[in-house]
């Protein structure tokens, strides 16, 4: 794709400052016709895939910078797939894919950051968490019974709990990205309507049944309560640093085209290269072909 095409296309989606956003000003069933030919698109995101795989190499050889790229959707939205096709071409010891369940009794024995913290990436690795510390102000902000199983002091689990949880999330990839991580956040935007049909479609082919969840029927009840938790998270934290994409996701194939197009675009703003030698290094390798050529 295009470099000036690419901006375009994540300046059509990217979020770097939370004043004035509207969740309902993104439409799910958009694919930016007037940028992306719908026939193009297996090439494309094959092309992508490919120069993703070039850039992780870079990343892993300068070992400067690591990138953490987070989903979060509403279920059925696309996340496997997408994460599947992205990364499909990256060598697999070059990332690390961690999906969050729900909190177990360790975890809760610790601040709501510790579990991510623990599975950040290292210099030089792609980190995927498909699910993240966003479920704390998101399923739990949903479900506030599940605050209670965390144990919290009484003066920091009332009223302002969200706020000063999403404070924190703000102020820790801040953090992160001072020291090398390019974080980006992913919010794949699928339409109730189109989540409805993928449910429908995992109930009616036994060959999808293992794919649904009785659980994401009882979360569906509660679709506006989810979009104002995610429109207040991305508000509050939504940043240059670590900039929210609110990408549609009716249309699979183009969901997966805008966050390679995001990831690429991210490393190569890095300026990534082959580690430079020095002319001791040089000459230890003219040396080597040398020695092979007399064989």
Request: include cysteine; charge should be neutral.
């Amino acid at each position: 794709m295009r470099q000036r095409t690419a901006e375009k296309l994540l300046e059509r989606y990217r979020v770097t400052k939370g004043d004035g956003f509207r969740l309902k000003d993104y439409d799910c069933d958009d694919t930016a016709p007037k940028l992306i030919d719908p026939a193009d698109a297996d090439a494309l995101l094959a092309a992508g895939v490919a120069r993703l795989a070039e850039l992780q190499a870079l990343l892993a050889t300068q070992r400067s910078w690591g990138m953490l790229a987070i989903f979060q959707a509403m279920d059925a939205a696309g996340k496997d797939g997408t994460i599947g096709h992205v990364m499909s071409g990256v060598n697999p010891q070059g990332v690390d894919v961690t999906a969050f369940k729900a909190p177990g009794p360790e975890e809760l024995d610790h601040d709501f950051l510790w579990r991510v913290a623990r599975r950040l990436p290292p210099r030089g690795k792609i980190g995927i968490f498909n699910r993240s510390h966003y479920e704390e102000v998101l399923v739990v902000r949903v479900h506030p019974e599940l605050l209670a199983r965390q144990h919290l002091p009484d003066q920091h689990a009332g009223k302002h709990v969200w706020r000063d949880r999403l404070s924190d999330i703000a102020h820790f990839e801040s953090y992160l990205a001072r020291q090398g991580l390019v974080i980006l956040k992913f919010f794949l935007h699928v339409s109730p309507g189109e989540q409805k049909r993928r449910l429908l479609d995992r109930l009616d082919h036994p060959s999808k049944n293992w794919k649904f969840n009785a659980g994401d029927i009882a979360e569906r009840r509660h679709w506006d309560e989810y979009m104002d938790a995610y429109e207040d998270a991305i508000r509050a934290t939504a940043s240059k640093a670590a900039p929210w994409y609110v990408i549609p996701a009716d249309h699979k194939w183009f969901a997966r085209l805008v966050v390679v197009t995001a990831m690429i675009a991210a490393l190569e703003a890095l300026d990534l290269h082959p580690p430079r030698l020095s002319e001791t290094d040089r000459a230890g390798l003219a040396a080597a072909r040398d020695e092979l050529l007399r064989e």
